[in-house]
């Protein structure tokens, strides 16, 4: 509205920024940045804290959206009072550049008076909302404090463990252990969970957008936080803060589950490692599965290990998961745990009832049900798996496998590696 009064030289200077920015933007876009300019206004992502999937983050982008408006306020506000100074005041011609400056104000206290209670206003309706956040999001509330569901998590770099300590689960016989699972947290839908956050190491921070966070996970302090998924549902989790490496691929799952379906898993998970039965039917089967895997060798260092059927239904992918395969090939999946032993990967992993006890890396019991792994980042299938098992280092810079890999002289050949694809796939 204000370009017909503009002197030409601004008009010229104007259409110049906006010539510039356009080439910018469309030589990015061309140069190949891969970049879906739909992506741009999307606010529903997997990771998105603005279409929330709980009462915690409700909250907390509740309190956001609040901050939002009041400080666009004041800027629409402060941005069209200083335009319209300028603008109105400006030099028009080259006489107005020397002309003597208008009389000045000094001061006026109705409107110092004013805008200082208009800035206590607006503190104030910042104040109360994060203050109450602040009580809320800190604990579950004191009426649903019965109903809590109780997890410890704990950071690695980089992955996390989830203990379930109220849940005891079978090694062999009468042995027991609390059931502990990798990158993957199960949880019972519209239930407050309070989870324990511990870390092994460094600082990692604990958040699930959709759900809540973020929580630090500090050495020798005993944090925690509490959420509740308000349906069943699969949600995005990751590492906020920076702790080596590969911190921007330490991610996790939360998993909600109705509660029946979710005392079910319980049960599943806390058997020992499953033994796959003889084979009957076709042996050529499970030979023409690997036969058309893609070669670990061919993927690029930053490919995306995650398919699209997986990112539209996640939840139907994780029930499928959860159902052995057709076909396995019993005496591959026999060579696999006989590697898996001879490897030393039990010197790192537990595979309850299969003689691994390590403690240090990722528990794999029931491995083969979670649908990620190398914490969140990459699809659990064959061809994935092996990507991983091949080089671990190139998926996941700096990891523990990799070292071990190196330190300890282990080196796996394309055999093995299939052989262990099907021992670890078939720990249903
Ligand atoms: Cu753990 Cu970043």
């Given at each position: 509205?204000f370009?017909?009064?503009?002197?030409?030289?601004?008009?010229a200077?104007?259409?110049?920024?906006?010539?510039?920015?356009?080439?910018?933007?469309?030589?990015?876009l061309i140069?190949?940045?891969?970049?879906?300019?739909t992506e741009l206004?999307?606010i529903?992502?997997?990771q998105?804290?603005?279409?929330?999937?709980g009462?915690?983050a409700?909250e907390?982008s509740?309190?956001?959206?609040?901050t939002?408006?009041?400080t666009?306020?004041?800027?629409?506000?402060v941005?069209?009072?200083?335009?319209?100074?300028?603008?109105k005041?400006?030099?028009?011609?080259?006489d107005?550049?020397h002309a003597e400056p208008p009389?000045?104000?000094?001061?006026?206290p109705l409107?110092?008076?004013?805008?200082i209670?208009?800035?206590?206003g607006?503190?104030v309706?910042?104040?109360v909302?994060?203050l109450r956040?602040?009580?809320y999001?800190?604990?579950?509330?004191?009426?649903?404090k019965?109903?809590?569901?109780?997890?410890?998590a704990?950071?690695?770099?980089?992955?996390?463990?989830f203990e379930?300590?109220?849940?005891?689960?079978?090694?062999?016989?009468s042995?027991?252990?609390?059931?502990?699972?990798?990158n993957?947290?199960?949880?019972?839908?519209?239930r407050?969970?309070?989870i324990?956050?511990?870390t092994?190491?460094?600082i990692?921070?604990?958040?699930?957008p959709?759900l809540?966070?973020k929580v630090d996970m500090i050495?020798?302090?005993a944090?925690?936080?509490?959420?509740?998924?308000?349906?069943?549902?699969?949600?995005w989790?990751?590492?906020?803060?920076?702790?080596g490496?590969?911190?921007?691929?330490m991610?996790?799952?939360?998993?909600?589950?109705?509660q029946?379906?979710?005392?079910?898993?319980l049960?599943?998970?806390?058997k020992?490692?499953?033994n796959?039965?003889?084979q009957?039917?076709?042996?050529?089967?499970?030979k023409?599965?690997?036969?058309?895997?893609?070669s670990?060798?061919d993927f690029?260092?930053n490919?995306?290990g995650?398919?699209?059927r997986?990112?539209?239904?996640?939840?139907?992918?994780?029930?499928?998961?959860?159902?052995?395969?057709k076909?396995e090939d019993?005496?591959l999946?026999?060579k696999?745990k006989a590697?898996?032993?001879a490897?030393?990967c039990?010197?790192?992993?537990?595979?309850r009832?299969?003689g691994?006890?390590?403690v240090?890396?990722?528990?794999?019991t029931?491995f083969?049900?979670?649908?990620?792994?190398a914490?969140?980042?990459l699809?659990?299938?064959?061809?994935?798996l092996?990507?991983?098992?091949?080089?671990?280092?190139?998926?996941?810079?700096?990891?523990?496998?990799?070292?071990g890999?190196i330190?300890?002289?282990?080196?796996l050949?394309?055999?093995?590696?299939?052989?262990?694809?099907?021992?670890?796939?078939s720990?249903?």
């Amino acid at each position: 509205m204000f370009m017909h009064r503009m002197l030409p030289t601004a008009r010229a200077d104007a259409a110049r920024w906006i010539r510039a920015a356009v080439a910018i933007i469309s030589s990015a876009l061309i140069a190949g940045c891969k970049l879906d300019v739909t992506e741009l206004w999307r606010i529903d992502g997997h990771q998105s804290t603005l279409v929330t999937a709980g009462p915690v983050a409700a909250e907390q982008s509740h309190l956001f959206m609040l901050t939002v408006w009041v400080t666009l306020t004041i800027f629409v506000v402060v941005g069209s009072t200083l335009a319209y100074a300028t603008l109105k005041f400006r030099a028009r011609t080259a006489d107005d550049e020397h002309a003597e400056p208008p009389s000045q104000g000094h001061g006026n206290p109705l409107i110092e008076l004013g805008l200082i209670a208009a800035s206590v206003g607006a503190l104030v309706i910042i104040a109360v909302p994060t203050l109450r956040a602040i009580w809320y999001t800190y604990d579950v509330p004191v009426a649903q404090k019965n109903n809590v569901f109780e997890v410890n998590a704990t950071g690695y770099q980089w992955w996390f463990r989830f203990e379930y300590p109220t849940e005891q689960a079978t090694v062999t016989g009468s042995q027991k252990m609390p059931l502990a699972v990798a990158n993957e947290l199960v949880i019972p839908a519209g239930r407050p969970i309070r989870i324990n956050l511990r870390t092994m190491d460094v600082i990692h921070s604990f958040w699930i957008p959709k759900l809540a966070g973020k929580v630090d996970m500090i050495p020798n302090r005993a944090n925690f936080l509490w959420l509740e998924a308000d349906k069943p549902g699969y949600f995005w989790g990751q590492c906020a803060e920076y702790c080596g490496d590969s911190h921007a691929v330490m991610r996790f799952r939360v998993i909600a589950l109705p509660q029946k379906e979710f005392y079910a898993w319980l049960d599943e998970q806390t058997k020992p490692a499953r033994n796959v039965a003889p084979q009957t039917g076709d042996r050529n089967a499970p030979k023409a599965q690997f036969a058309s895997l893609r070669s670990p060798d061919d993927f690029g260092q930053n490919e995306k290990g995650i398919s699209n059927r997986f990112e539209v239904s996640p939840l139907e992918a994780w029930r499928a998961q959860q159902m052995p395969d057709k076909g396995e090939d019993a005496a591959l999946v026999a060579k696999g745990k006989a590697t898996f032993q001879a490897k030393t990967c039990l010197a790192c992993h537990t595979v309850r009832g299969h003689g691994a006890a390590g403690v240090t890396a990722p528990d794999l019991t029931h491995f083969g049900a979670r649908t990620t792994l190398a914490a969140g980042l990459l699809e659990n299938n064959p061809e994935q798996l092996r990507r991983w098992i091949h080089n671990p280092g190139a998926v996941k810079p700096g990891n523990k496998m990799a070292k071990g890999f190196i330190d300890n002289h282990i080196q796996l050949s394309a055999d093995d590696e299939l052989a262990l694809v099907a021992y670890l796939e078939s720990l249903k």
